[in-house]
């Protein structure tokens, strides 16, 4: 039940963040498409594009999920692999203050600068249709991003690596309909209407670590009853 909420949580935070897809990454993907022309239109280079961007998601859920149960399988969390949970708990409640703008300083995030990243987004457009549009894609899915990173940071926690796999996937689900529409309808939305959308899928966040939170404190509580400290 608490994997289904978690899930659930996750498609939520992709969906009520598309106000921020669309100012971070509205105008990148529109450009990138420009550029190809005559080949990038059609739904092939669409799917190519944002199938690439979801499958970094999915990666990054498995290596998230894999780190988090290697560590709790050298004994270093062992018995209290509840520490983990409330320190994810921890780290994703401030993501989503972060997001929130509630935080005295901003989180850092670790990334290429813009104008690097920039440089090779764009040469992606010379590479042909459907390459182009996923190598495009793959680039887009390794942007740094506080929504995303939270989410993985929540998959760390996972019971099973797969399960950190399908977390991921839900909220790149939940990303793609302003994605793929950003041309149409969410593009055209101003500022303000962005930065609501924006609040609720930090709101989202922020539940999703509390629900970590709790989680690895009773799991903290029962195993620490069960041990001798």
């Not at 190598?135 to 939270?150: E, F």
Request: proline share 3%.
């Amino acid at each position: 039940m608490e994997g289904e909420i978690d899930y659930t949580l996750a498609f939520m935070a992709g969906i009520l963040g598309s106000g921020h897809c669309v100012g971070m990454c509205g105008s990148l993907v529109s450009a990138c498409f420009v550029r190809m022309g005559e080949a990038g239109r059609g739904a092939v280079p669409a799917l190519a594009y944002h199938g690439a961007r979801v499958s970094i998601y999915v990666l990054v859920g498995l290596l998230a999920a894999a780190l988090g149960l290697a560590l709790v399988s050298t004994g270093i969390v062992g018995k209290v692999q509840g520490i983990l949970q409330i320190v994810a708990g921890v780290v994703v409640i401030a993501l989503g203050l972060d997001i929130l703008g509630w935080l005295p300083r901003r989180l850092p995030l670790i990334g290429m600068p813009m104008r690097t990243f920039g440089k090779y987004y764009f040469a992606t457009a010379a590479k042909g249709s459907a390459r182009g549009a996923a190598m495009a894609g793959l680039m887009n899915g390794l942007m740094p991003c506080a929504l995303t990173l939270a989410v993985a940071v929540k998959a760390t926690v996972a019971s099973e690596i797969w399960q950190g796999g399908l977390l991921m996937l839900a909220f790149g689900l939940g990303t793609l309909p302003s994605m793929l529409f950003v041309s149409f309808v969410l593009g055209r939305l101003g500022a303000a209407a962005r930065g609501w959308l924006l609040k609720g899928a930090a709101i989202v966040v922020i539940a999703l670590g509390a629900a970590t939170l709790m989680q690895g404190l009773r799991f903290f509580a029962v195993m620490k009853n069960l041990s001798n400290w």
